[in-house]
Nanobody
Framework: QVQLVESGGGLVQAGGSLRLSCAASGRPFSGYAMGWFRQAPGKEREFVAAINWSGGTTYYADSVKGRFTISRDNAKNTVYLQMNSLKPEDTAVYYC?????????????????WGQGTQVTVSS
């Protein structure tokens, strides 16, 4: 398992931006696909974005496509989620996750680690 710690959450007005970071330790970071999920109150955890081990391929949920950007810096063992044009419906706890592959990560199969989550609140 890889240990993951998220940071960068907070309160922002609609239309604003936040950048989440997820620092990894404990296992070789560059070998994993990385992703972000979110869970709003009373709702199930949902996939937001994922990136393959090299950073060359990215995937997004339709609800965030064009507004969010996932990236990674393997030298710093960190994955990022840049969130622009935020909407109140983006309010949730955001979780970083590591998986063996992007398809497995999206389906939450053979997960290699989860972060503790960071709260993002978007006010209208």
């Amino acid at each position: 398992q890889v240990q993951l710690v998220e940071s960068g959450g907070g309160l922002v007005q609609a239309g604003g931006s936040l950048r989440l970071s997820c620092a990894a330790s404990g296992r070789p970071f560059s070998g994993y696909a990385m992703g972000w999920f979110r869970q709003a109150p009373g709702k199930e955890r949902e996939f937001v974005a994922a990136i393959n081990w090299s950073g060359g391929t990215t995937y997004y949920a339709d609800s965030v496509k064009g507004r969010f950007t996932i990236s990674r810096d393997n030298a710093k063992n960190t994955v990022y989620l840049q969130m622009n044009s935020l909407k109140p419906e983006d309010t949730a706890v955001y979780y970083c996750a590591a998986g063996a592959t992007v398809p497995a990560l999206k389906l939450r199969i053979d997960m290699k680690g989860w972060g503790q989550g960071t709260q993002v609140t978007v006010s209208s």
